[in-house]
């Protein structure tokens, strides 16, 4: 059973009047060649207060197939080939096999106190927009039995960037465009049908991390509310990243990657070339289509790209056709981008990056631009969009936009007319 609750922003504590439900609970553990992990964590598993309808093991190519321990609620084993380290593809075959309502994944190497799924359910069940984290603490479980406590192993220190982030930001309340980096996949639950609307961990992500980063980039952008669940304890047999000697050039890799897809500015570094740019801009069809163009490729935000219909002047193409767009937004591009803009009308080199900032501090759903008191273009954040969109049948896209909020920038007087194209040119190079 769940309960559909809407909340603005990312208020998740407006949900603590309403009754936690219990929902049917698919868990997904994640393996690769780790059989007494495996059983240790199991075996927490079959301790919950909260007990799972189902445990599914996505083994990651291991040798010999996973063997868990029985007695416990249902488990059975999905496999696929040993292609590499595939984490993301294995929680995807685990999640493909799943009937619960809500999907909490886990690794095999971390095991969870008894209240753990009570707990990082709660907020879940509660919103179907929630993406819920739980608290990862680490120790040595050398020496420890297999059905023992996980508290009563040796305790190694927590990673100081996961604790620092959940109290500066008060358990992801505080949350914004950069939060993503505080989602974790270790031990990570949302419901199925948005881990679904997200289509899951992207495969092109191989080798060590990033696609929990991917993932909460792409949920936050689709409107998602994360949450910290501070009390849904899970132990990670070993020390975090950071406490360990690292491979310099599998963390450059993986930057590498996440930069290519995530075009958030402090994790891209800079307005690259790349196919998934920042801003997707469409024109007006009343909108002059050399002096628009021009104005939004002269802008001081780069990382943005423009899209010319099909329709478009041939003279446009010439000028304009290797830089610009002119195939249909991909899907990719859409779920990626933080915002889409509409220009009606030139705008001054600094009118993007005002009204970016005002989008994404503000966690705004649209910043109206003016010049002179007429509207030039809107900014539309990705992230309203697709929120509206999940609740379009019970709410409209007017009363999500309330809930985000609205606001309008003037950005100047207009530019003074000119006769010719030439003119427009030599002045906006000047």
């Known amino acids: 059973m769940l309960t559909d609750v809407l909340v603005p922003g990312n208020r998740w504590d407006l949900l603590a009047p309403y009754p936690i439900p219990t929902p049917r609970v698919s868990v997904v553990v994640t393996h690769y060649e780790q059989p007494h992990q495996l059983q240790r964590t199991c075996l927490a598993l079959h301790r919950q207060t909260a007990p799972p309808l189902e445990i599914i093991i996505a083994d990651d190519g291991s040798a010999t197939p996973p063997a868990p321990p029985t007695g416990g609620p249902p488990t059975r084993v999905v496999r696929q080939p040993d292609r590499g380290f595939r984490a993301a593809a294995a929680r995807n075959l685990g999640a493909r096999h799943s009937s619960g309502e809500v999907l909490v994944f ?186 628009t163009t021009h104005s939004l490729l002269r802008q001081d935000f780069r990382d943005l790209k423009v899209h010319l219909p099909p329709n478009t002047a041939p003279a446009v193409l010439e000028l304009y056709g290797r830089t610009a767009q002119t195939e249909a937004w991909s899907p990719d591009q859409l779920r990626r981008c933080r915002a889409r803009l509409h220009a009606r009308a030139p705008l001054p080199p600094g009118a993007v990056t005002t009204a970016m900032n005002l989008l994404v501090d503000k966690d705004l759903a649209q910043v109206t631009l003016t010049t002179a008191g007429d509207e030039v273009a809107t900014l539309t954040s990705t992230r309203s969009t697709a929120r509206a969109h999940r609740w379009r049948n019970r709410f409209s896209s007017e009363e999500i936009r309330a809930q985000f909020g609205t606001t309008h920038i003037e950005t100047g007087p207009p530019p003074p007319p000119r006769a010719t194209l030439a003119g427009f040119f030599e002045k906006h190079y000047r």
């Open 106 to 291: 886990l690794d095999a190497d971390t095991v969870p106190e008894p209240d753990f799924l009570r707990e990082i359910v709660a907020t879940v069940s509660r919103c179907p927009d929630a993406l819920a984290v739980g608290r990862r603490r680490h120790a040595d479980f050398t020496g420890t039995a297999p059905d023992a406590h996980p508290a009563t192993a040796t305790h190694l220190p927590e990673p100081t960037w996961l604790t620092e982030g959940y109290t500066t930001s008060r358990n992801l309340l505080d949350a914004d465009g950069r939060s993503f980096r505080h989602v974790i996949s270790a031990l990570l639950a949302c419901r199925k049908t948005l881990f679904e609307e997200l289509e899951g961990f992207d495969e092109r992500f191989t080798g060590y991390g990033g696609e929990d980063w991917d993932l909460g980039y792409r949920a936050w952008n689709a409107g998602a509310v994360l949450v910290h669940e501070r009390t849904a304890t899970a132990w990670h047999d070993g020390p975090d990243w950071e406490g360990r000697d690292s491979d310099r050039e599998a963390l450059d890799r993986q930057s590498a990657r996440l930069a290519a897809l995530i075009p958030e500015p402090t994790t891209r570094g800079a307005a690259l070339p790349v196919d998934l740019p920042d801003v997707l801009v469409d024109l007006s069809p009343t909108a002059d289509p050399f002096r």
